[in-house]
């Protein structure tokens, strides 16, 4: 079966876009094969896209005919406030669009789609979330890191990192004292206290470390070192955000996986 007709097929499953209602969709880690139906169905139907600085500009060609609203955020740089970007859906939507939020990863995982959605229910606002593949477990398949293996964890972690040495920063030494996987998002600026903070709390310098950018794309880079390491080689190579940190033992199932793949392809 021809994938055209496979969707075909689908389409009737597909919920259709309504005027002046907001839907908050993520895009995924990047590559515009991870989106799921739902969200290619709503660029197809959307008037005014309202998308982040994450969103690879080739999903965007599925927006074809939509009016292209760039509301990016970057630490250190000008950027959307907030309260504009909740503005602007509420404004849309109420002029009848078909306003889709498009956010990298997942709406709900630290991409304030928790607090948009708030705003647009206390608005009146209809609005309807569409989940997406989460950087942190888009990221850590592409880039051959098992996000859970029996015998390394029983959990794992997904923390923010941009309020590290703030007032606001997160308990570094309890996490560390779990002993599970830490996927650290928005922390590159601050690689150098958050890995600090962890061998403060107990973890070896010598536990399994990596940085992953620009995941699933074809600029998707991997630095793999060790938690006591991986802020001087970070610097060294020029790693720049956006990154995800991932400190724990399943990054070094990647070099064993690859290690097996190479052998395969060469028997």
Same mark, same amino acid.
């Given at each position: 079966?021809?994938?055209?007709?496979?969707?075909?097929?689908?389409?009737?499953?597909?919920?259709?876009?309504?005027? +002046?209602?907001?839907? #908050? &969709?993520? @895009?995924?880690? /990047?590559?515009?094969?991870?989106?799921?139906?739902? !969200?290619? =169905? %709503?660029?197809?139907?959307?008037?005014?896209?309202?998308?982040?600085?994450?969103?690879?500009?080739?999903?965007?060609?599925?927006?074809?005919?939509?009016?292209?609203?760039?509301?990016?955020?970057?630490?250190?740089?000008?950027?959307?406030?907030?309260?504009?970007?909740?503005?602007?859906?509420?404004?849309?939507?109420?002029?009848?669009?078909?306003?889709?939020?498009?956010?990298?990863?997942?709406?709900?995982?630290?991409?304030?789609? +928790?607090?948009?959605? #708030? &705003?647009? @229910?206390?608005? /009146?606002?209809?609005?309807?979330?569409?989940?997406? !593949?989460? =950087? %942190?477990?888009?990221?850590?398949?592409?880039?051959?890191?098992?996000?859970?293996?029996?015998?390394?964890?029983?959990?794992?972690?997904?923390?923010?990192?941009?309020?590290?040495?703030?007032?606001?920063?997160?308990?570094?030494?309890?996490?560390?004292?779990?002993?599970?996987?830490?996927?650290?998002?928005?922390?590159?600026?601050?690689?150098?206290?958050?890995?600090?903070?962890?061998?403060?709390?107990?973890?070896?310098?010598?536990?399994?470390?990596?940085?992953?950018?620009? @995941?699933?794309?074809?600029?998707?880079?991997?630095?793999?070192?060790?938690?006591?390491?991986?802020?001087?080689?970070?610097?060294?190579?020029?790693?720049?955000?956006?990154?995800?940190?991932?400190?724990?033992?399943?990054?070094?199932?990647?070099?064993?996986?690859?290690?097996?793949?190479?052998?395969?392809?060469?028997?």
């Amino acid at each position: 079966m021809s994938f055209d007709k496979a969707l075909a097929r689908l389409a009737p499953q597909i919920v259709e876009f309504e005027p +002046g209602h907001v839907w #908050l &969709a993520g @895009a995924g880690p /990047g590559n515009a094969g991870q989106l799921t139906l739902d !969200v290619v =169905s %709503a660029l197809a139907q959307a008037d005014a896209v309202i998308y982040d600085a994450l969103v690879d500009a080739s999903i965007l060609r599925a927006a074809d005919g939509a009016d292209l609203h760039f509301v990016g955020k970057r630490g250190g740089k000008a950027s959307a406030r907030q309260d504009d970007i909740t503005a602007l859906l509420i404004a849309l939507a109420g002029r009848g669009k078909r306003v889709l939020r498009l956010k990298g990863g997942d709406p709900y995982v630290f991409g304030r789609g +928790g607090e948009e959605a #708030l &705003a647009l @229910a206390a608005a /009146g606002i209809p609005f309807r979330i569409l989940p997406g !593949v989460t =950087s %942190a477990f888009g990221a850590l398949a592409s880039a051959g890191i098992p996000a859970t293996m029996r015998g390394f964890n029983k959990a794992i972690i997904l923390a923010t990192g941009h309020a590290a040495g703030t007032p606001d920063d997160l308990d570094w030494a309890a996490l560390a004292k779990t002993g599970q996987p830490i996927v650290v998002y928005m922390g590159l600026a601050n690689l150098a206290k958050i890995a600090a903070a962890l061998v403060r709390g107990g973890l070896a310098p010598a536990t399994p470390a990596a940085i992953i950018t620009a @995941a699933t794309t074809p600029e998707e880079r991997v630095l793999v070192s060790t938690l006591g390491r991986i802020t001087q080689e970070a610097a060294n190579t020029g790693i720049t955000s956006p990154g995800l940190i991932v400190i724990g033992e399943i990054v070094s199932m990647r070099a064993q996986l690859g290690q097996l793949a190479n052998l395969v392809k060469s028997a």
